[in-house]
Nanobody
Framework: QVQLVESGGGSVQAGGSLRLSCAAS????????MGWFRQAPGKDREGVAR????????HYAGSVKGRFTVSHDNAKNTVHLQMNSLKPEDTGMYYC?????????????????WGQGTQVTVSA
């Protein structure tokens, strides 16, 4: 089992930045991929960014590419999401995820573990 705890959410004006963190505990050696999903009010949940923990290869949703950066600290079993140039449409609940397998796409079935989420609100 792997437990994921997010932190770093909050409220910011458009154009601002936030840094989310996700601390993983438990059987973290079994995870191959970690990342972030988000869900805006009234919308479906969507993948935002993911990273392979062994080689650091990353993938981003088109809507955040160039503005968000995902990183993984192997020593601390922590994944971060640096969010810059935030827009009101980035508002939502952000969830940390972890996969025991290769996460080749954004299918939620790829991700075995989910955090409780942290709220991000971007005002115009």
């Amino acid at each position: 089992q792997v437990q994921l705890v997010e932190s770093g959410g909050g409220s910011v004006q458009a154009g601002g930045s936030l840094r989310l963190s996700c601390a993983a505990s438990g059987d973290t050696a079994s995870t191959h991929c970690m990342g972030w999903f988000r869900q805006a009010p009234g919308k479906d949940r969507e993948g935002v960014a993911r990273i392979y923990t062994n080689d650091g290869v990353t993938h981003y949703a088109g809507s955040v590419k160039g503005r968000f950066t995902v990183s993984h600290d192997n020593a601390k079993n922590t994944v971060h999401l640096q969010m810059n140039s935030l827009k009101p449409e980035d508002t939502g609940m952000y969830y940390c995820v972890a996969s025991l397998f290769w996460c080749s796409d954004w299918s939620e079935d790829n991700f075995n573990y989910w955090g409780q989420g942290t709220q991000v609100t971007v005002s115009a």
